[in-house]
Each structure stands twice: as structure tokens, then as C-alpha cells.
């Protein structure tokens, strides 16, 4: 019997040895140099790893008072985004009907009231769109409590942070 007859057996034999030493030493090679592989960060260390916290997110709110629950999951959850720690900014952007939680000239619900104040003490970057408020025939003073920022146009703000990367959330 020829060995030649069973080249093709061979030639994956040599193959599978040759792949075998290359993982062999690349594995030697990183534990020498102390460095991780991805053979290295299995599942089994996911947990160990750290959050990133590169991550922004911004909440959009366009819902006034005829929906007062839409209102108020919006506000608990920009409010659980930002004590979790886990996102390196949370920004709540009232457009539309939403810049009524600032104010309380339609008869803001109490617990709306208390909503957007915790927002505001929890440090989440509170912006309202100028058009909505100029269209409403409000002003700064009749905001409570006053957002961090008003601009021109919400929708343009809402592009911005998303060309930096921030997830956006309509409410």
C-alpha cells in the first residue's frame, strides 16, 4: 500500500498539526508578554469586566399633560438612567408638548412637579426647545425648574447627539 494513495488524509493531518503549534505559541507568547487574547476574555470573565460608561443617552419628551402616564414613565426612567451610573450623561430634551412639565400654567400635576424637580437635582442636562416656548407665549421665569439649556430648534439638538453617539429615546 502506497503512502501516496491517502495524500489528501495527510495533507489535513499536517494541516491540523500545523494550526495545533500555531495556537500553542501564541498562547505561550501572550502568557510571556502578559497580554489578553480573546482566547483569553471568555465568557467566563465577562462578568469581571468594567461598564462602559462611554455611552450617552438622551431622552426626548414630546407628550404633554394629555397623556400624564406617558409623562411620568418618561421622567422615572431619565431619573433611573442617571443614578444607575452606568452612562456617562443622560439629557432629557423637551419638545413639543413636553415643555409643559417645566411650567405650571395648565395645571401641572403634583406628581409631575415632583418628577422634574428630582430630574433637575440628579444632575441630568435639562434642554427646551425656543420655538415650543415662544409658541406657548413662555419665558424662563415661568419655567419650574429652569432647563440647563433652550435652543432653537430641539430636532437639530437631537441630530447633534446622535452624531456623538448618544442612543435617543422618544417619549
Known amino acids: 500500500m502506497s503512502i501516496w494513495k491517502h ?4 495533507a489535513m493531518l499536517v494541516i491540523d498539526l500545523l494550526i495545533a503549534v500555531a495556537v500553542l505559541s501564541v498562547n505561550r507568547i501572550s502568557a510571556f508578554v502578559e497580554a ?3 482566547a483569553h476574555d471568555s465568557v467566563a470573565s ?11 443617552l438622551a431622552f426626548m ?4 399633560f394629555e397623556d400624564l402616564r406617558e409623562v411620568e414613565l418618561c421622567l422615572s426612567d431619565v431619573i433611573v438612567a442617571k443614578t444607575s451610573g452606568d452612562l456617562a450623561d443622560v439629557t432629557l430634551i423637551l419638545r413639543g408638548r413636553g415643555v409643559d412639565a417645566l411650567t405650571n400654567l395648565n395645571g401641572r400635576p403634583a406628581q409631575i412637579s415632583k418628577l422634574i424637580h428630582e430630574v433637575k437635582t440628579s444632575g441630568v442636562h435639562i434642554i427646551a426647545s425656543q420655538g415650543e416656548l415662544k409658541k406657548d407665549g413662555l419665558s424662563g421665569a415661568a419655567m419650574d425648574p429652569e432647563p440647563d439649556e433652550q435652543v432653537p430648534d430641539a ?12 442612543h435617543v429615546i422618544r417619549y
Do not use: K, N, P
Request: hydrophobic fraction near 40%.
Open 36 to 38: 489578553t487574547t480573546e
Open 46 to 56: 465577562a462578568s469581571v469586566r468594567a461598564r462602559d460608561a462611554h455611552v450617552g
Open 61 to 64: 419628551l414630546t407628550t404633554g
Open 7 to 10: 495524500r489528501r488524509l495527510i
Open 155 to 166: 430636532a437639530v439638538q437631537m441630530v447633534e447627539y446622535i452624531s456623538r453617539g448618544y
